[in-house]
T-cell receptor, first 115, second 117 residues
Framework: NAGVTQTPKFQVLKTGQSMTLQCAQD?????MYWYRQDPGMGLRLIYY???????DKGEVPNGYNVSRLNKREFSLRLESAAPSQTSVYFC??????????????FGDGTRLSIL | AQKITQTQPGMFVQEKEAVTLDCTYD???????LFWYKQPSSGEMIFLIY??????QNATEGRYSLNFQKARKSANLVISASQLGDSAMYFC??????????????FGTGTLLAVQP
């Protein structure tokens, strides 16, 4: 009964390094999302994938790329990490074209520090 | 532009008392949804309650209820009989537009609730 699994849980990078955050869900959800959480700013959407094979930009996409590898997996890549990308990253999933009261289900987050 | 505003950065409440966490929203859509999530110190995001814009009744889930005032564009979370385990950050979020494939959420900045014994 894993739900949404994110790896790694913690990571420290040097400026300029690259990194891929992994996310997998086992709930057969169509839609997946990547957010970042910064102090005092709530969660902001980076990218989302409404269904397998599609991805779209959210509110803060600059400096990131995503891949919807299959229905289960949605990865987030930082090609050249910057200190401004120090944050907690959350992956979430949802059924998609279902009743509006269906919430997004979140992973436990990845705490990323860039020095 | 669509926006969620939570004006209370932090609140205290005595154990066993009720507390109201404020949330106001701004949207030009007629169809939208409002969610509340809880984030304890361990960091995970826990879904609490949902209110649809066309729902005639205020939503309730156990000790959680939503005071939905559509004309005032407010969706305040009421927690009854507070418990120490309710100490957490609480986020209000709005689904953009009608139900569809994207179902993107816009989050407020959160309210940190501390329940005192």
């Amino acid at each position: 009964n894993a739900g949404v699994t994110q790896t790694p849980k913690f990571q420290v990078l040097k400026t300029g390094q690259s990194m891929t955050l992994q996310c997998a869900q086992d709930m057969n959800h169509n839609s997946m999302y990547w957010y970042r959480q910064d102090p005092g700013m709530g969660l902001r959407l980076i990218y989302y994938s409404a269904s397998e094979g599609t991805t779209d930009k959210g509110e803060v996409p600059n400096g990131y790329n995503v891949s919807r590898l299959n229905k289960r997996e949605f990865s987030l890549r930082l090609e050249s990490a910057a200190p401004s990308q120090t944050s907690v990253y959350f992956c979430a999933s949802r059924h998609g074209r279902q009743a509006g009261n269906q919430p997004q289900h979140f992973g436990d987050g990845t705490r990323l520090s860039i020095l | 532009a669509q926006k969620i505003t939570q004006t209370q950065p932090g609140m205290f409440v005595q154990e066993k008392e009720a507390v109201t966490l404020d949330c106001t929203y701004d949207t030009s859509d007629q169809s939208y949804g409002l969610f509340w999530y809880k984030q304890p110190s361990s960091g995970e995001m826990i879904f609490l309650i949902y209110q649809g814009s066309y729902d005639e009744q205020n939503a309730t889930e156990g000790r959680y209820s939503l005071n939905f005032q559509k004309a005032r564009k407010s969706a305040n979370l009421v927690i009854s009989a507070s418990q120490l385990g309710d100490s957490a950050m609480y986020f209000c979020a709005m689904r953009e537009g009608r139900v569809g494939a994207t179902n993107k959420l816009i989050f407020g900045t959160g309210t940190l609730l501390a329940v005192q014994p």
